[in-house]
């Protein structure tokens, strides 16, 4: 079985665990057992994972040394709202390739319906204005949520797609269909870039304050490759366009392109899927901050100060014979984008 470390790293630095007691409410991080009132250097009743384990687990040391946040709930709020701008626009832009796929591939149109729209149009425009209301720079405010630049960059990337989608619902009236719609496809692409590169730098600020979001490294989403997977599909439409314009209107050829694009329209909405959970856990994690160490303990059971004092001291100059941190149980899997 695993040996039961007798010193755990906090925020303040090296705590020793013998002779407190958990006072504050913990699941075991194996099987779930409330750990409050066991002691801090035993084992869990339940499953007999070591308790500091289960410490290391639930503390948070590197969120707790940033700078305190001020309104950290309408912030991850604001987060949250940017995350939904962005996948709207992305899934409006596949649902709208999906439907058009056979004229995109040089079949006969099947109309355009301008009124879904100029509502999905809308509520970007409201969701972006709301999450850059809330994490927009505030005078006399000292955290830093991402410099100033990339809060304006995704309020520009929001603005820029809601027009283009705007823009198709109005139709193209000097465009045949074809051209249209693949022009509809390709519009809100490059405001959607520009929103995400935005986006980026605040994600990555306020991801420093989420365990779950810097350790994940199956379902956190790498935003570069939104990046690149999007200019991909702008490179098919833009191909696609170019096939029909010089090339045979009833060519097959035309479904190279489109396939392409598609796959790669697809890639791009899971992806901002995936993001709109890491904006999710962050949020979760900005509006219920990880306890500090010292809160979850008792003092040691100590009948004299100085004994107190001298148990410590004899404990911290001593190697443990197996060190907890708090990335320990739960390390970083990747760095930083």
């Known amino acids: 079985m695993s040996k039961i470390p007798t010193t755990l790293a906090g925020v303040d630095g090296p705590m020793s665990l013998i002779g407190r007691q958990v006072k504050q409410s913990l699941d075991c991080l194996a099987c779930g057992y409330e750990l409050e009132g066991s002691a801090a250097d035993g084992r869990c009743p339940e499953c007999g994972l070591p308790v500091p384990f289960s410490l290391a687990g639930s503390i948070d040391p590197e969120a707790h040394r940033l ?129 995400l590169v935005g986006f980026r730098g605040v994600l990555l600020e306020l991801g420093r304050r989420s365990r779950q979001f810097r350790s994940s490294a199956v379902r956190r989403q790498r935003i570069p490759s939104l990046l690149v997977a999007i200019g991909i599909v702008a490179a098919a439409w833009v191909a696609l366009l170019i096939l029909l314009e010089v090339g045979e209107r009833d060519s097959t050829y035309g479904v190279i392109p489109v396939a392409i694009g598609l796959t790669a329209m697809l890639f791009v909405v899971v992806g901002h899927w995936y993001l709109l959970v890491n904006a999710w856990w962050i949020r979760g994690d900005l509006c219920r901050p990880p306890q500090k160490l010292g809160a979850l303990l008792s003092e040691v059971a100590s009948s004299s100060p100085d004994s107190l004092i001298a148990a410590n001291l004899a404990d911290l100059g001593k190697q443990p014979s197996e060190p907890v941190s708090g990335h320990s149980v739960l390390e970083d899997q990747s760095s930083p984008e």
Do not use: H, Y
């Open 67 to 195: 700078p305190p946040l001020e309104n950290a709930v309408l912030v991850g709020r604001g987060l949250l709202l940017g995350a939904c701008a962005l996948t709207v626009v992305a899934s409006s832009v596949f649902v709208l390739s999906i439907r058009e796929s056979f004229t995109l591939a040089g079949r006969p149109t099947a109309g355009w319906p301008s009124w879904p729209w100029w509502p999905l149009a809308a509520a970007v425009v409201g969701l972006g204005l709301l999450g850059w209301w809330s994490i927009r720079p505030q005078k006399g405010r000292q955290d830093s949520l991402g410099s100033c630049w990339s809060i304006t960059t995704f309020l520009v990337g929001i603005l820029l797609s809601a027009g283009a989608m705007a823009t198709a619902g109005g139709g193209f009236q000097w465009a045949s269909g074809q051209v249209a719609t693949i022009l509809a496809a390709v519009l809100p692409l490059p405001g959607l870039a520009i929103g």
